[in-house]
């Protein structure tokens, strides 16, 4: 059995200010202090000892929350692309605000959170890609590490996506997108290829 540890990076500029940062890769979306302090507050009560090795995205802010977690660990590090967040396409750098005034259909109005037709006008990444390769990520780690224990850094709607293929709600839009720095498990069976989600979103 594969067991994975999901981690969201830590708060950025770019979270405070309700933008949706996507794929963008610059300073307002690397860690603010409030980023850093959370991941030195996971790093400090989250024991990663258990682990065998540690996987993230390559955007800086799931860089920066690796290097803080794997301090005194030392654990190999590693990034994988699949690991990146949803691209938004056109809505990356734009405030959640905004979009909701030009396009309030494509907003759930409990959680905030786009409904999968968001694609559509943003020409953005599609919920069903972002799981795809996300499933596709979770089955390669475990036929290659069939008993360790994998420490997965990544971004709010990748994580959710290893939550929706493990448990296939009926309605995604049920499970809303972790918070920073807390931590969704999900096991993996390395013959079946079957996944459990353990626990989601815990936060330490």
């Known amino acids: 059995m594969t067991e994975f540890y999901i981690v969201r990076h830590g708060q950025t500029q770019a979270n405070t200010q309700d933008i949706k940062q996507g794929t963008i890769n610059t300073p307002a979306t690397y860690l603010n202090d ?9 790093h400090d009560n989250f024991d990663l000892s258990f682990a065998d090795r540690m996987i993230a995205s390559p955007l800086e802010r799931t860089k920066q929350t690796a290097a803080i977690l794997n301090s005194g660990y030392d654990l190999p ?5 699949r690991l990146i967040e949803i691209s938004y396409g056109r809505w990356d750098g734009q405030t959640n605000a905004q979009l909701r005034k030009t396009y309030p259909e494509l907003f759930n109005p409990i959680t905030g959170e786009v409904y999968p037709d968001y ?7 599609e919920f069903n890609a972002v ?34 293929n493990a448990v296939q709600p009926q309605d995604p839009m049920s499970m809303p ?24 979103n815990r936060r330490y």
């Open 34 to 42: 409030t980023g850093k302090a959370q991941a030195q507050t996971l």
């Open 77 to 81: 590090l590693s990034y994988d692309q």
């Open 119 to 125: 694609a559509i006008p943003a020409k953005g990444e």
């Open 177 to 200: 997108e972790p918070e920073n720095t807390s931590v969704t498990k999900i096991i993996c069976a390395p013959g079946t290829l079957q996944q459990y989600l353990i626990y989601y």
């Open 131 to 164: 799981e795809t390769r996300v499933r596709a990520f979770t089955e390669e780690m475990t036929q290659r590490y069939p008993k360790e224990k994998i420490v997965i850094v990544s971004h709010g709607f990748t994580v959710r996506s290893f939550a929706v």
